[in-house]
C-alpha cells in the first residue's frame, strides 16, 4: 500500500510489544536516568542537610556555618527541581495545544 502523504508511520513509544529502534530507546531510557539521578541528588542533599541540622541541634558538632551551607544547596536544588519540572509541565501543554 502507498501512503499518499510520503511520511512513516510514527512508532508507539513504551507499547509493550512494539519494537522500538535502538537509538530511540536509548534516548527514553538515558533521558529517564538522567531525571532519576537528578531527583536523588536532590534527595542526598536534602538527607544530608537534615542529618547535619539535626547533629548542630543534639549537640554532636558546633559548626553552624556547615549547616546553613548544606541548608541553602538542599533549597537551591530543590527549587531548581521545581522550576524544571514546571518547564516540562508547560512544554507537554503546549505539545497538546499545537494542531495537526
Do not use: C, W
Not at 500500500?1 to 530507546?25: D, V, W
Not at 538522567?34 to 541541634?57: I, Y
Not at 527541581?81 to 499545537?98: C, F, P, W
Amino acid at each position: 500500500m502507498i501512503n499518499p502523504t510520503g511520511l512513516k508511520p510514527a512508532m508507539p513509544i513504551g507499547i509493550a510489544g512494539s519494537e522500538q529502534p535502538a537509538a530511540t530507546r536509548d534516548l527514553v531510557s538515558g533521558f529517564g536516568e538522567v531525571l532519576k539521578k537528578a531527583v536523588d541528588a536532590v534527595s542526598a542533599r536534602q538527607a544530608e542537610a537534615n542529618h547535619l541540622a539535626e547533629g548542630l541541634v543534639s549537640g554532636q558538632h558546633a559548626n553552624i556555618h556547615e549547616t546553613m551551607i548544606a541548608a541553602e544547596k538542599s533549597s537551591i536544588s530543590f527549587r531548581l527541581m521545581t522550576k524544571v519540572h514546571q518547564k516540562g509541565l508547560d512544554a507537554y501543554q503546549e505539545v497538546m495545544r499545537m494542531q495537526l
